[in-house]
């Protein structure tokens, strides 16, 4: 229904009236964000896992399955699944594509992590009597998943903004209900799309926070942790 | 109906049209980018307080926002206050100005990189603090930058299709054209996701040629 501003208030007060519904934008996107990221590890793992240790004609299946999920815009993904021939709700639609994306960026940072448990210790497992699955479940996967944090988190950070993708298949998330604010109350888009700005800027940098400090208690000591380097990205 | 090969057929001198669109706002983009973001970089690394200040607020904010947010800003919000952009001027300077800051990143990245002995002994030598720039830190991270950058190359052309949401007729905007008509949606994204796989694929390519011979002998051992 609409609810233009009432006569000699200051536009601002939009952003006061309105706040219930940005915050449930917000908590949509909080939604699409955690649906996407365990889709992301869950595909990224298993995809590292199936490139690393896969048979030759699977490990080659994966990467190229990877290549041509990173060589495609999130959005033409989006409306592919959005016009798939059976029909899914918006939220699955966007964590489906979106986590495609996400899963096969996260696949590259699990590869190398993977790669960089020295192999002798998935030999010394195999000697122990452990099968190769127990070996990558019980002594690789844990050393990697904490060395990957790091550039996981980037790939989380970058998540977070483009949840907001989520927003053309037509999930009520931020900027959804900024069109609707937008459309209410008649007008004002510069005012309501910069909150919207600095609500995404809030939420990144909460993210990022969040981020670190799971990154600093995970740390393996003596490894460099992000914090110790200075914050460089490189 | 015509069959998805027919379809792909006759759709595909427009997608191609469309594609050129797309690559052209991109590197239109990315140049604007490359300049805004030296600048940015140079501002928060050799600029005074207030420069500083300026420039590490811009690209802080502009990377903790979405793309397609900033578009929204300058597309539907600007007008509010008098500034009207047509679709495609409006998204190239909203994904100008955010490569910009994603840019300023890795140069700003580039420059710490070289060791400030070598600009202080370019100071010895007599050179003004200009001439040790152009000459000395310059030249080495501008090489030292490439291989990072170029992701962001890869990173801006799959994000030009952000354009197509205020009506920018590049390469997702002309298969929404066609496919409004003949409703064939699904069949159509296919072909544009096959066409920006091998665009992408085949920027990566050039890419990792360019880096190898931009490379710095001894400097990082390729992967």
Partial sequence: MPRPLPAGAPEVSIILRELPWFLRGVLVTLEVLSGVMATGIILGLVLSVIEVYGPRPVSLLATVIERALRGVPPIVLLLLVFYLPWDLPPLAVAIVALGLCSGAYQSQIFRSAIRSVPRGQLEAGLSLGMTQVQTVLHVVLPQALRRAIGPWSNEFASQIKDTSLAYIVGVVEILRQARYVIAYTFGHSLLVYGFCALIYFALTRAGNHFIYRLEERLHIPGFETRRLAGKRRW | ?223
């Fill in chain 2, 1 to 223: 109906m015509v069959s998805f090969w027919e379809l792909a057929r006759d759709s595909l001198p427009a997608l191609l049209g469309g594609a050129g669109v797309t690559v052209e706002l991109t590197a239109i983009c990315i140049a604007a980018g490359f300049i805004l973001g030296w600048a940015l970089a140079l501002g928060r690394i050799y600029g005074g307080r207030f420069v500083y200040a300026v420039c590490t607020g811009y690209v802080e904010f502009v990377r903790g926002t979405p793309l397609l947010v900033q578009l929204f800003f300058l597309y539907y919000g600007l007008p509010d206050v008098g500034v009207v952009f047509p679709p495609l001027l409006a998204a190239g300077i909203a994904m100008g100005l955010n490569t910009a800051a994603y840019q300023a990143e890795y140069f700003r990245g580039a420059i710490r990189s070289i060791p400030r002995g070598q600009v202080e002994a370019a100071y010895a030598l007599g050179m003004s603090r200009f001439q040790a720039f152009r000459h000395i830190v310059f030249p080495q991270a501008m090489r030292i930058v490439i291989p990072a950058w170029s992701n962001e190359l890869i990173y801006m052309l799959k994000y030009s299709s952000l354009a197509f949401v205020v009506g920018v007729p590049e390469l997702m905007g002309r298969a929404n054209l066609i496919a409004a008509r003949n409703f064939r949606y699904f069949e159509l994204y296919l072909i544009v996701a096959g066409i920006y796989i091998v665009l992408v694929w085949s920027l990566a390519g050039m890419v990792s040629i360019l880096d190898r011979y931009i490379r710095v002998p001894g400097l990082g051992e390729p992967r």
